[in-house]
């Protein structure tokens, strides 16, 4: 089983930045990559960014390439979500997630975080 933990939300303006954390509490081969993904209201949940714990291999959704950068402290067992030049569209639940392979859609995701709120004003 793993727990995992988000933290970092809040409400900002448009072109702010905002960092989240994922804080899990082990690693197994249940969690080879993490992943954030979002829900706005009325909206389905959708991919974010993605991370393997070793290589550091990452993927973005064409949304939020070259303004969100994934990264992870391997020592800490936390993922990060640095969120540069956010937009009002950017506005939704951000929660964090760990896979056994290399996954992009929600249903490939075993454990979930409790998700944080991201709101941009514009």
């Known amino acids: 089983q793993v727990q995992l933990v988000e933290s970092g939300g809040g409400l900002v303006q448009a072109g702010d930045s905002l960092r989240l954390s994922c804080a899990a509490s082990?690693?197994?081969?249940?969690?080879?990559?993490m992943g954030w993904f979002r829900q706005a209201p009325g909206k389905e949940r959708e991919f974010v960014a993605a991370?393997?714990?070793?290589?550091?291999?990452?993927g973005y959704a064409d949304s939020v390439k070259g303004r969100f950068t994934i990264s992870r402290d391997n020592a800490k067992n936390t993922v990060y979500l640095q969120m540069n030049s956010l937009k009002p569209e950017d506005t939704a639940i951000y929660y964090c997630?760990?896979?056994?392979?290399?996954?992009?859609?929600?249903?490939?995701?075993?454990?979930w975080g409790q998700g944080t709120q991201v709101t941009v004003s514009s």
């Open positions: 997630a760990a896979a056994g392979v290399w996954a992009t859609q929600a249903e490939d995701y075993k454990y």
């Open positions: 082990s690693r197994t081969s249940s969690s080879y990559m």
């Open positions: 991370i393997t714990w070793t290589l550091s291999r990452t």
